[in-house]
């Protein structure tokens, strides 16, 4: 089975521009999340998706958005673009939203995004 | 919001020594993650525990949900175990919402 696919895995934007990054969750995997990584840091959590709603959203500007699609699947938008934008940007995804002891939530190798 | 405190930052070992990664958080939580992040960023799970002792191969992780700790050991350490080592705690109140990171722990094991 593939494990969480993210695309594109590098990509390069100027100040201003906007991007769109994206995510496939595991098979049967109906929650993902997007978590923000700049270098030396751990993950800061962006939004999460369960079902096709948002569920959760952290402290990031309106400039981010996201929206998880029927396949679940989901896409990452981020309009524009600051140079302290450049970061490791994680997909997670889970079976569920909450609950069950086994939820563990399985990543992606991420995308890095390099604003110039 | 879960706070969540990670020590050593970093961590330097020699082949087959024997690791401690710690890590504290803020409030009462369902579950605990361990994750493992190497060079080029794609994060694994490691562990996901909620009480006691888990172990799997070398790694073994415990958790006292009283203290608000956990750890992270590694037996006989190998350089194929650098890497950056992150405890992760819910968000919320159940073990499948969003989470909060630690800062992780680099480790990097000599040969």
């Known amino acids: 089975d593939a494990g969480v696919t993210q695309s594109p895995t590098h990509l390069i934007k100027t100040r201003g521009q906007q991007v769109t990054l994206r995510c496939s969750p595991i098979?049967?995997?109906?929650?993902v999340s997007w978590y923000q990584q700049v270098l030396g840091q751990g993950p800061q959590f962006i939004f999460q998706?369960?079902?096709?709603?948002?569920?959760g959203r952290g402290n990031f500007p309106d400039r981010f958005s996201a929206r998880q699609f029927p396949n679940y699947s989901s896409e990452l938008n981020v309009n524009a673009l600051l140079l302290g934008d450049s970061a490791l940007y994680l997909c997670?995804?889970?079976?569920?939203?909450?609950?069950?002891?086994?939820?563990?939530?399985?990543f992606g190798a991420g995308t890095r995004l390099s604003v110039l | 919001k879960n706070e969540v405190e990670q020590s050593p930052q970093n961590l330097t070992a020699q082949e087959g020594e024997f690791i401690t990664i710690n890590c504290s958080y803020s409030?009462?939580?369902?579950?605990l993650h361990w994750l493992q992040q190497h060079p080029g960023g794609g994060i694994v799970s490691l562990f996901m525990?909620?009480?006691g002792k888990k172990k799997h191969g070398r790694l073994i992780a415990t958790i006292n949900i009283q203290e608000k700790h956990s750890s992270l050991h590694i037996t006989a350490s190998h350089p194929r175990d650098s890497a950056v080592y992150i405890c992760?705690?819910?968000?919320?109140?159940?073990?499948?919402?969003?989470?909060?990171f630690g800062e992780g722990t680099q480790l990097t094991v000599n040969p």
């Open positions: 997670a995804s889970s079976l569920v939203l909450r609950g069950s002891w086994g939820n563990i939530q399985y």
């Open positions: 098979s049967g995997h109906k929650s």
């Open positions: 998706y369960y079902e096709k709603e948002e569920r």
């Open positions: 409030v009462g939580i369902s579950a």
């Open positions: 525990l909620s009480s």
């Open positions: 992760a705690v819910p968000a919320g109140e159940t073990s499948g919402s969003r989470l909060t």
